[in-house]
């Protein structure tokens, strides 16, 4: 009930297009009624028992020995009941009348002579005005059928949009951790395939759910009206639609889960085989990768296979319980034609009705199919946006200082999520306002989750960080972030224009600026040296440039950012000794004047650090400058010895 009231919530703001077109909708069952009953009168007149008695001819012969013929009422045969007393039992028998008042009224217009075609090839005028009647109602039920699946289609694809920003929305306002939780490929498909589903229901299913009930509705009313007690037969063989019904919308709803399930299994390989497929080429992996992705792609066959077979066992179903339904009414009609309750031309309009039940029936099967996978796609949806976040701004936050005299951190310790491990343990230190602290150590002490820390990408699991004196929990998590910059070792590049990428969401910013930034970062002269210079393309993740160009871009960014506290997290590490030289430049100009946080494995580059953390499991084992570290002969000395082999004067 709770997922149907948020399935509902997307719909609400689009109440009155919803009715308006439920109305529409609803004028289309009537008109679908009205077809149905207009084929009273055809048969009826096929059958000569529309508006004059049948009669039969007999031979009698008279007194001379001739034989001569005389008409016998057609009635004779339904227990010599007069003709009019069928019609007045004739519950269609207004039908008949309104084509009669009808042609009375062509008669006075002077228009069935124009509608003559020869008396409708001898048929008489009945028929050109029963066809006309016919066609005028098919062409109102088209517009109204077409204005009514318009109007819904356009809230379908609203309710789309609307869920599709709300879940990208949520996605991006998602913590870190978040992230670590779900694979690419799984929420890349949540936003994608399951999204589908949803608008393959909105903009079409829904529509055919409302227009199908509606019409089964009606449909039943009218065969209630014509034989009351047939119909009432009728719904003690109609309810057995509704035990398969139910069992075939929960195996729909199982199949649906299990094939997204893998479907987003296999958009995650199939992302990493792109992204990464310099890797799989230079270790010939590309069979191993075609043989991953096959056996995924079987496992996403199997699911569907099974939607497959849950969905096309309901119509062989219905049809089966439809097929007695269609005897009995055949049966008991005949009965009712001999006795002379109903006409032929009403018992084909009855048995036109009970067939064209089943026919919204069967589309309501096929709807609600759609809508189950729709169903179970919303599910999945809101299992997202379920997750909570819990990297918030607080709910009263303080100002954020103008200038930030120190970073501190007091006894923190940290623990990633479901992981008891200590990455962190107690680690103090303090950084005032233009200091270059570097942190060092082995792979997997804790430097880049000590990092991490500062914007809040994780918040620490024991003690606090403070920006003079304040814990940085206490500020607006936006405003927090946008006082700092990072250039990490994998450089993230957007597929737009180089000035985009340094402006980065800033198209107010002026392009002096952004070549001010860019010469600071000893990237103007390569940019200007591209095609269309700050208005080129760098193609998906920087593709066109190389290591250090892209480096550049990155550290450009962070100059334009101005930010007064800085994280460089391996920032040279990946790049040639050519371009660490460039890069190693630019940073020095980005680090001036900020409070800078330096993690760096090439130990080359944080000898002019003001003070240098070296970390060992999680703890600060050992601080100072360069030259204090190197007199300890401690952890540091070994760290630097295993990279220069102790020769120290060869470092500049």
Known sequence: MKLTRRILHYFRPYTFQLVVSFFILATVALLWQAVIFSSKP?????????NTPDTVTVGTTTAGGETVTQPVPETEKLKNKPLHRIHSRDKLAFITH??????????????????????????????????????TVFLLKGLFTFSGFYILGRVGFKVVRDIRDDLYRKMTMQSVSFFDRYHSGTLISRITNDVFLIQNAATTKIGDLVKESLILVILIAGVFYISPGLSTLLLVVIPLNIIPFILISRAIRRATGSAQSRMGELTNILKETITGNRIVKAFSMEEFEIRKFVKKNYEFFKANVRMVLATASSSPVMEFIGAIVFCVVIFYGSIQIRSGVMTVGTFVAYIGGVIFIYSPIRR???????????????RRIFQLMDEENGIQSPAVSKPFP???????????????????RTVLSNVSFSVPRGTIAAFVGSSGAGKTTLANLVPRFFDVSAGSITLNDTDIR????????????????????????VFNNIAYGRSDIPIAQVKQAAEMAFAHEFIEDMPDGYSSSIRESGVLLSGGQRQRLSIARALLKNPPILILDEATSALDTESEILVQKALNNLMQNRTTFVIAHRLSTIRSADVIYVLEQGEIVESGCHDELMSQNGIYTRLYNMQFGGMDSGIQ
């Open 364 to 378: 309501l099967v096929k709807a609600n199919n759609d809508i189950q996978m729709a169903v179970e796609a919303f």
């Open 98 to 135: 309104a084509k009669d008042r009808l042609k009375k009224w062509f008669a006075r217009k002077g228009w069935l002579s124009h509608l003559n075609v020869s008396r409708a090839i001898q048929g008489g005028d009945d028929i050109m005005v029963i066809l006309i009647m016919m066609l």
């Open 474 to 497: 206490d500020f607006d998590l936006k405003e927090l972030r946008g006082h700092i910059g990072m250039v990490t070792q994998e450089t993230v590049l957007f597929d737009d224009t």
């Open 402 to 420: 103008k200038i930030v005299e120190k970073v501190a951190f007091n006894e923190v310790s940290f623990q990633y999520e479901n992981d008891e």
């Open 42 to 50: 055809v048969f009826d007149g096929l059958m000569k028992l529309g």
